[in-house]
C-alpha cells in the first residue's frame, strides 16, 4: 500500500516539476517576443532605408529625397555626453552618501524619497520644468538661459539618469560586505580613502550597470527634449543653440506627411536601438577588462 | 619590536549596553596574550577598543585609558594613526577582492599614499614570507586575485597584510576558527615565530589553542575579565571557580 | 549541567578504582592475618586476587588514557585523571606487597615459630591504617586528611629501621632462627613499601585537590639547603681571595 502510495506521489511531483519549468519557459518566451518582434519590424522597415547617407548628411528640404540623420547622431550623442556629466557625478555621489555617510539620518530617507519621487515624474513634465526654468527664464550672469539649446536638454537628460544612478549606486554599495571595509579601517586608511577606493571600487561592477541603465533610458527619451533643445535641421555643435536629437527627429518625421521623412523615422529607430546596445556593450567590454587587470 | 599594552579602568558601552565593566591588565610586550571566553562575554569588543575599531559603531562608548607603549590611545593620537600602529586580523578572512595578491598586501600602504615601486616590491616580498605564504604564492603574485586562494591562504594573505604596513601590536580576532586543522596548525606555529618581533593578543573560542601559543591567557566573563595569568597556571590550577568551571566545560 | 557523559566517565573511573583499593586493602589484610594464624589456605586468597588486583591495573589505565584523548580534560579534571593514573600504581604494588607477605608466610610454614624482637603486627597495623587514611581522602577529596598520612610515615620508617637492626643481631647471634629472622625482615620491609605507596597515594590527593606537588619535599629542602650552604662557602672563599689579592 505504501509502496504504491509513493510511487504516485512522486509521479505527481515530477509533473508539477516539469509544469511549472514549461510555464516559465512560457513566460520568458512572452516577455522576449515583444523585443525580437519590434527589433525584426524594425530590421524590416528600417534597413532598406539605411546607406552611408543616413550617417553622413543632414536632412534635405522638404521635398528632396535622400538626405540621413547625421546631425541628429551627433546631437544625441553630445546631449548624451552632457546629460552623463551631469547625472553619473551626482548620482553617484548621492548614492555614496546614502550608503555611506548618511545611513540611518533624517536627511539620507529624504534624499531617497526625493530620488525616488523624481524617478516617477513623466518625462514630458520634465521637460516642461526644465523649460520654465532654463528656457523661459532669463538668468543674466547664466549665458544658458533665456532660449531653446541643446544645454537645457542635456540638463533635463542629466536630471533624469539621477535618481536610478542614485538608487543602483545605494543598493550595490551596500552589498559589498561589512569584512571588506572592516579591513580597510583596520589598516588605518581613512574613512573617505576606504569608501572610495575600496567599496566603491568594490561595487564598481554593479554601479556601472547603474549607469548604463540610466544611459538606456535617456537615450530615447523625446519628450523632455521638445521643447528643451528643440531640435535643429541643420549640423551643429553649439550646445546653446537648439540642437538636433534622434529620438526628437524621429518622432518628428514620424508625425509629418512626407513618405520619404517616414523612410527616414524607421531607419532611425533601428539605427537608435543598435547604437544603445553598441553603446552599452562597449562599456561592458572596457569594463570587464579593467576589473580583472585589478589595478588600484 | 613590539610593546607593551596598558590597560586601565576600561568600560565600554554599545549603546545602554554596558559591554565592558572595569577592565584592567597589562599585556606584555612580545608575547602572546590568549583572551578566553563564552559568547557575548565581550572580549571581541576588549579587542576593539584597543585600535579603536569599534569606534566604526555610532553608538559605541569608551571611558578609561588605554596605553600602548607610552601612547594613550584615545588622547594622544587619532583612530586612523592607531590602527596603523595596531593591525588586526579578522574571524573571517577578508581579502580584498578586486586586488591581486601584491596589491592586497600592499593595499596598506598603497592606500596610505606610499608609492616607492622597489620599497613595496620587498615590503611584500618580506611579509609574505613573514606570513609563511611565499613559496606558495611568489609565481602569482599580481595575475591572481587575492579572493582566489584557499582559506587558509586568504588568512596567511591578511596577516601578511597586516604586518606589511610594521604594526607594533597584532590582534587576532578567532584567526583560525574558520579554518581546518592544518591550516589552524600553520597559522598557530606562525604566531609562534611572530610573538618575537611584535605584541600578539589572540581572541580564541579555542582552549586548547590558547594553550598551545599563548604564555598568557585572560578568562573573560559577562563584560568583566574574572582571572589574568600565566597560561599554565588558568589551564591546570586556576584561582577562580567561574574560570575552573568554564575551562572544564561545566558551564550552566 | 554540561558534559554529563564526561562527569559519569569521571565517577566510573573514580568507582573502579575504589574497587581495586577495596581488593588491595584486603589482600594486605589477609596477608597479615594469614602471618599471624598461619593459615596456608588464606595466602591461596591473596595469590588468586592478585589477578584481579593486575586485571583492573590495566582496564583503569586504558580508561584514563582514552578519556585524556578524547576529552581534552583540563585543570582539575587533569589532575585528577592524573592523579587515578598514579594511585592505579600505588595499589597494584600494595598488591604485590601483599603477595610478598603470604609468600614468606608460606615459607615460613615449614620452620618453627620464633619468638623476634620485632613487632609486626603493630607495624602492619600502621601501614594498613595510612592506606585507609589515604584512600578515605581520596573518596572524599580531603587534602587535610591526606596531609596526615604524610606525617605517618615517619613513625613507619623508624620502625622498620630498628627491625632492621634488631633482626640482623639475631641472623648473626642466634643462627638457628636466621630463616625466620630473615623472613620477618623481608616482611617489614614489604609493610614499609605499603607505607610508602600510601604516602605517594595521599601525595596525589593533595595534587588532584589542590594542584599542590608535595612529592620529595624533605628530601628536595634538604638539598636545597645544602646548595645554599655551598654558594655561601664559595662566596666567603671569593671575599678571602680578594682580600689577599
Known amino acids: 500500500m505504501n509502496e504504491e502510495k509513493f510511487k504516485f506521489r512522486s509521479r505527481m511531483r515530477a509533473l508539477t516539476d516539469n509544469s511549472v519549468t514549461a510555464l516559465s519557459i512560457l513566460a520568458t518566451v512572452i516577455v522576449v517576443a515583444p523585443l525580437v518582434a ?238 544603445i546596445v553598441l553603446a552599452v556593450s562597449l562599456v561592458r567590454y572596457v569594463t570587464s577588462r579593467g576589473v580583472l587587470k585589478g589595478a588600484s | 619590536m613590539g610593546v607593551g599594552i596598558e590597560v586601565t579602568n576600561l568600560n565600554a558601552w554599545y549603546g545602554t549596553n554596558h559591554t565592558l565593566q572595569d577592565i584592567n591588565l597589562n599585556i606584555p610586550a612580545n608575547h602572546a596574550t590568549a583572551l578566553i571566553g563564552p559568547s557575548g562575554c565581550g572580549k571581541s569588543t576588549f579587542v576593539r577598543c584597543l585600535n579603536r575599531m569599534h569606534e566604526t559603531n555610532p553608538i559605541a562608548r569608551v571611558t578609561g585609558t588605554v596605553r600602548i607603549g607610552d601612547l594613550d590611545i584615545y588622547v594622544d593620537a587619532k583612530p586612523v594613526e592607531i590602527r596603523r600602529r595596531v593591525g588586526m586580523v579578522f574571524q573571517r578572512p577578508n581579502p580584498f577582492p578586486t586586488m591581486s595578491i601584491y596589491d592586497n598586501v600592499a593595499s596598506g600602504l598603497k592606500l596610505n599614499g606610499y608609492s616607492n615601486r622597489r620599497a613595496l616590491d620587498e615590503i611584500v616580498e618580506k611579509s609574505l614570507k613573514n606570513s609563511a605564504l611565499w613559496d606558495e604564492v611568489k609565481d602569482d603574485l599580481k595575475k591572481k586575485s587575492g579572493a582566489s586562494l584557499s582559506g587558509g591562504q586568504q588568512q596567511r594573505l591578511c596577516i601578511a597584510r597586516a604586518l606589511a604596513v610594521d604594526p607594533e601590536v597584532l590582534l587576532m580576532d578567532e584567526p583560525a576558527s574558520a579554518l581546518d586543522p592544518v591550516s589552524t596548525s600553520k597559522i598557530e606555529d606562525l604566531i609562534f615565530q611572530l610573538k618575537s618581533q611584535y605584541t600578539i593578543v589572540i581572541v580564541t573560542h579555542n582552549m586548547q589553542q590558547a594553550a598551545r601559543v599563548a604564555e598568557k591567557t585572560g578568562f573573560f566573563l559577562n563584560g568583566r575579565m574574572v582571572e589574568f595569568d600565566s597560561t599554565h597556571k588558568i589551564f591546570t590550577n586556576p584561582s577562580d571557580k567561574r574560570t575552573e568551571d568554564y575551562i572544564t566545560g561545566r558551564f550552566g | 549541567m554540561t558534559r554529563i557523559r564526561f562527569q559519569q566517565s569521571l565517577d566510573e573511573l573514580k568507582e573502579n578504582l575504589l574497587v581495586m583499593a577495596g581488593l588491595a586493602e584486603q589482600a594486605i589484610q589477609r596477608a597479615i592475618e594469614a602471618y599471624r594464624v598461619r593459615d596456608l589456605s588464606i595466602c591461596d586468597l591473596v595469590t588468586r586476587s592478585e589477578n584481579s588486583i593486575n586485571r583492573l591495573e590495566r582496564d583503569i589505565d586504558q580508561a584514563a588514557l582514552d578519556l585524556l584523548a578524547m576529552e581534552q580534560p583540563m585543570a582539575i579534571d587533569l589532575r585528577f585523571i592524573l592523579s587515578v593514573i598514579k594511585i592505579n600504581a600505588d595499589l597494584e604494588r600494595v598488591g604485590d606487597a601483599a603477595k610478598a607477605i603470604s609468600d614468606r608466610v608460606r615459607n615460613m610454614e615449614q620452620m618453627a615459630v620464633a619468638d623476634l624482637p620485632v613487632d609486626i603486627p603493630r607495624m602492619a597495623t600502621l601501614a594498613t591504617e595510612m592506606v585507609r587514611k589515604s584512600l578515605q581522602a581520596f573518596i572524599e577529596g580531603d587534602a587535610d586528611l591526606a596531609r596526615t598520612v604524610l606525617t605517618m610515615d615517619d613513625a613507619v620508617d623508624a620502625m622498620n629501621r630498628a627491625a632492621y637492626k634488631a633482626l640482623t643481631k639475631v641472623m648473626e647471634e642466634q643462627s638457628h632462627i636466621a630463616p625466620q629472622a630473615l623472613n620477618a625482615l623481608m616482611i617489614s620491609r614489604a609493610l614499609e613499601r605499603v607505607a610508602d605507596h600510601a604516602t605517594n597515594i595521599a601525595g596525589d590527593v593533595i595534587f588532584w585537590v589542590q594542584g599542590a606537588d608535595v612529592r620529595h619535599h624533605k628530601s628536595l629542602a634538604k638539598q636545597m639547603e645544602r646548595e645554599a650552604k655551598q654558594l655561601e662557602r664559595e662566596k666567603e672563599k671569593e671575599k678571602e681571595g680578594n682580600v689577599a689579592g
Open chain 1, 38 to 275: 519590434i527589433f525584426v519590424y524594425l530590421v524590416y522597415k528600417g534597413a532598406s532605408s539605411l546607406n552611408l547617407d543616413f550617417f553622413t548628411q543632414i536632412p534635405k528640404p522638404v521635398g528632396e529625397t535622400g538626405g540621413g540623420m547625421a546631425n541628429a547622431i551627433w546631437g544625441s550623442a553630445l546631449l548624451l555626453l552632457l546629460a552623463s556629466t551631469i547625472g553619473v557625478p551626482v548620482g553617484i555621489g548621492g548614492g555614496i552618501f546614502l550608503a555611506e555617510y548618511g545611513r540611518g539620518t533624517k536627511l539620507a530617507n529624504a534624499v531617497r524619497f526625493t530620488a525616488d519621487v523624481l524617478n516617477g515624474v513623466p518625462s514630458i513634465v520634465m521637460g516642461v520644468a526644465v523649460y520654465a526654468l532654463i528656457v523661459k527664464a532669463h538668468i543674466p550672469f547664466l549665458p544658458f538661459t533665456g532660449h531653446f539649446s541643446g544645454f537645457s536638454g542635456g540638463v533635463a537628460l542629466g536630471i533624469m539618469m539621477i535618481p536610478t544612478v542614485c538608487r543602483t549606486t545605494e543598493e550595490m554599495l551596500l552589498m559589498v560586505p561589512h569584512a571588506v571595509r572592516e579591513a580597510a579601517l583596520g589598516l588605518g586608511v581613512p574613512n573617505w580613502r576606504s569608501v572610495l577606493s575600496i567599496t566603491v571600487k568594490t561595487a564598481s561592477p554593479g554601479i556601472i550597470t547603474g549607469c548604463m541603465l540610466a544611459f538606456a533610458r535617456v537615450a530615447g527619451e523625446t519628450a523632455p527634449l521638445i521643447f528643451t533643445a528643440l531640435g535643429n535641421s541643420f549640423w551643429s555643435s553649439n550646445l546653446n543653440q537648439p540642437i538636433a536629437a534622434l529620438p526628437l527627429q524621429i518622432y518628428v518625421y514620424a508625425l509629418s506627411p512626407y513618405d520619404d521623412w517616414h523612410r527616414l523615422a524607421w531607419a532611425g529607430a533601428l539605427v537608435l536601438i543598435v547604437l
